[in-house]
Structure formats: C-alpha cells, structure tokens
C-alpha cells in the first residue's frame, strides 16, 4: 500500500466519523415531559413554556404527523422556528396541560371538513370552489397543478387554497358521483 493510498483512507474514515458525529448531533432531541416543562396561555391567548427553568413567553406546537396523529411526536418551538423540545405523547402530561396543548394544535392545524362540494368551476389555471363544510358554506379558490389537493390517506383528501386555507374531505367514497366528477379535476 502506498502512503497516498493509506492516508487517503484515514482522510475517508476521518469525514465518516464526522458525518456519524454529526447525525448525532441532529438526532440529539431533548424531550419535553411534565416534570421538566410546564405550559401556561398567556393573556393574548398563546402558548408559553417554563422548560428545564427557561422562560419562553410565546411558543407553537407543530405536529409530526397532522393529518394522522396529533397527539405524539409534537414539537414545540418559538416564534423563530427554534426547537425547545419534543413531547413524545399528550397523554404523558395531565389533563389540563393536555387540553390546553390540544386548544393550540386545533388553532394552527384548523381544516373544516367539506360535507358537501356544491360547486368547482376551473378558470385559467384556478378552481373555484363551493362547498358545505363543518365551518358554513365556504367559497375558495385553489390553484391548479402544484399539489394544492392531495390523498394523505386512504381516500382523504386535502385542499389547500391560495390564501394557505386548509380543508378536508374525509371520505371521498362518500361524495356523490356528481361531487366526486367536481373534485375530480383538481386533483
């Protein structure tokens, strides 16, 4: 072997070990739990947290899996997006805390359910929708292409509008021919 040969392996194993350290590191998550985080609603209605003695007066709950589980692996950060901690499942905190986290996760991840898709009409490259939804009749527009609907589940749909509007049809084996023809071309 030549010394090229045997320090070019040393320089591979070198950046290998740095790669792993370095996932490590990323992979580091600090779990939040209800003996080292305590979470209060502040009087303008957001959420803040006292976690391992350190205030954060304003902080968001992001969910890993939105559309399929809200109640595990939720993040929360601050209003710079910054990781605090993870709490790995509602039910490890009391109740109180529980429904409180749960009030945040409602507000931030708010998409009615489309009951009955009244009409879509497509437009230069836009559907405008009309549909009953749990919120009241709602007209909105998606813009086409872009995945703005898209299947996030067996037969559930999401549709987002261009004002970042989220709604849900739970069931499309549920709608009407009619109303499955409508949805059909956005999707």
Known sequence: MTA?????GREAEAAKTEASAELSDAANIKYLTDDNASFEKTEGRMLSVL????????VYVHCSFPHTNRRIYLSIRTIENKEIGMIRDLDDFPAETARLLEEQIQIRYFA???????AVKEEFGYA???AET???????????GGGHTKLIGPGRLLVTDVDGNRFVIPDLARLSDKE?????TSM
Do not use: K, Q
């Open 128 to 130: 405008y929708w009309e």
């Open 51 to 58: 976690a391992d003695g350190e205030a954060h007066p304003a």
């Open 4 to 8: 090229n040969a045997g320090a070019s």
């Open 134 to 144: 749990t919120a009241g009749l709602c007209r909105f527009t998606v813009r086409g």
């Open 180 to 184: 499955y023809r409508m949805v059909e």
């Open 112 to 118: 009615p359910e489309i009951t009955r898709v009244v």
